[in-house]
């Protein structure tokens, strides 16, 4: 079964054609980071627009990576909840367009269960890892990449396709088997959500933890903007940090109970603790603070904010394997678990044999995550969640009627 998924619910417009659930034939995303970089972070009014002048462009490319013609998908997918409004309507706008002009079925997606998906990839299970076999370069990407044109637009692309499939381990269990074991914790950390899922079997999710306020890749971005790090602030921040000192800054963590999560308080004790290293009032204007800090504190305050972030979501999935004792397997999603240091952490807390012994709370349990690659929104991602809906028994959608929902859970 080929699945045609198509993804726009932030500044991503994306394409992507997947066989059987697993193996990507084409993986098309154009980014809109180089517009959003000047402003500092995404109008939603332009990421609509600009998703309308490369949407058919990249589905073409899409189709003709993947070697296909209309008469070889099986299936349209495409994201309908969370996101911009502006930005869904012309992704499921699309979508219904061509699912009634090519006659296919159409499935709406919802966003955070694609993130979650994203481990199923094929190209996703050569990151994955084992608490008895863990790879040599587990960080590295594994899908290719290369910055090409888009026909009748400026800006790059990143095309991941599957020419070293061949290199992959082909996986010794069918797509309808269960994989990874469950029941499963995902940790969705995204530019919009930070959840914790409860997943005890394929298309079942239960929210067991979210952000009172803003999302832990919001903070990134607020706090790489106060540091005056180019956005997105996620991959800023790893960056520099690398330099820094993570224990130069204390930083307070949240003081919310349970699994549910706060980051509002995380960015201003940054901003505070920014001032008071620069020796300004808390009245300073926060986006004239860059001009006051060394390289070297600003490498330290990402450092010590990266850390205080991880091991905030450390602490709370500690906190989930006590409460769900049965759970088998942890999965990252979401563009944060492209961050090497919570890959690094999640690993040593939960997947090593080390912690076995040393963390009281934490049990080994296998460990899933993204390539780095299909970390961020992609389409592939949406194409696999489809394939698991269809198994699952979900029927399509109405082309006629399909609706968007910009702020639904991933429960209704
Ligand atoms: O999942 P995603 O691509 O879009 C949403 O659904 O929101 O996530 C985007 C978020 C941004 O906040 C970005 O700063 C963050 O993911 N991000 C990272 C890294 N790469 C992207 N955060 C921390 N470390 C990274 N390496
Ligand atoms: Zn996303």
């Not at 396709?161 to 069918?174: D, F, G, I, M």
């Not at 308080?265 to 860059?290: C, D, F, N, W």
């Not at 040593?348 to 049990?363: D, P």
Request: charged letters at 20%; hydrophobic letters at 40%.
């Amino acid at each position: 079964m080929k699945i045609l998924g198509i993804e726009t619910s932030c500044d991503e417009t994306a394409a992507a054609v997947v066989r059987d659930g697993r193996e990507i034939l084409s993986n098309v995303v154009v980014s809109q980071i180089d517009i959003f970089a000047e402003y500092g972070g995404v109008i939603p009014e332009v990421a609509a627009r600009s998703h309308l002048e490369v949407m058919m462009p990249v589905i073409d490319i899409a189709l003709a990576d993947a070697s296909c013609t209309w008469d070889d998908i099986d299936t349209i997918a495409v994201t309908h909840a969370p996101g911009l409004l502006g930005s869904l309507l012309i992704g499921t706008l699309t979508a219904r367009t061509l699912a009634i002009l090519h006659n296919k079925p159409l499935y709406a997606v919802h966003h955070l269960k694609s993130h979650v998906y994203a481990n199923w990839l094929w190209q996703s299970q050569t990151s994955m890892l084992r608490s008895e076999a863990r790879p040599a370069g587990p960080f590295a990407s594994d899908v290719p990449s290369s910055a090409i044109r888009v026909p009748g637009g400026e800006r790059s692309r990143v095309t991941d396709t599957t020419p070293r499939l061949a290199s992959l381990r082909t996986p010794p269990y069918q797509s309808t088997d269960v994989y990874p074991p469950f029941p499963l914790i995902a940790l969705v950390v995204s530019g919009g959500h930070t959840q914790i899922l409860y997943m005890p079997a394929h298309n079942e999710f239960e929210i067991i933890g979210t952000t009172h306020d803003d999302a832990v890749g919001e903070c990134f971005d607020k706090v790489a903007k106060i540091l005056g790090l180019p956005y997105p602030g996620g991959p800023s921040i790893a960056k520099v940090a690398l330099t820094g000192d993570a224990d130069k800054y204390k930083l307070p963590h949240p003081k919310v109970e349970g699994l549910d999560f706060s980051f509002s308080g995380l960015k201003t004790a940054i901003l505070r603790a920014v001032q008071k290293e620069v020796g300004v009032p808390i009245s300073y204007p926060s986006h004239k603070l860059k001009d006051l800090l060394s390289d070297e504190q600003v490498a330290d305050f990402a450092g010590s904010f990266q850390k205080t972030a991880v091991e905030i979501l450390i602490e709370k999935l500690k906190i989930a394997l006590q409460r769900y004792p049965e759970v088998k397997s942890i999965m990252l999603a979401g563009g944060v678990s492209a961050n090497k240091m919570l890959r690094e952490r999640v690993l040593a807390e939960f997947a090593s044999r080390e912690s076995e012994k040393t963390n009281l709370g934490a049990r080994p349990c296998e460990v899933y995550f993204p390539t780095p690659a299909l970390s961020g929104d992609n389409g592939a991602m949406v194409a696999v969640a489809c394939y698991y809906e269809i198994l699952s028994g979900v029927e399509p959608t109405d082309p006629y009627s399909l609706n968007i929902y910009p702020r639904i859970s991933v429960e209704d």
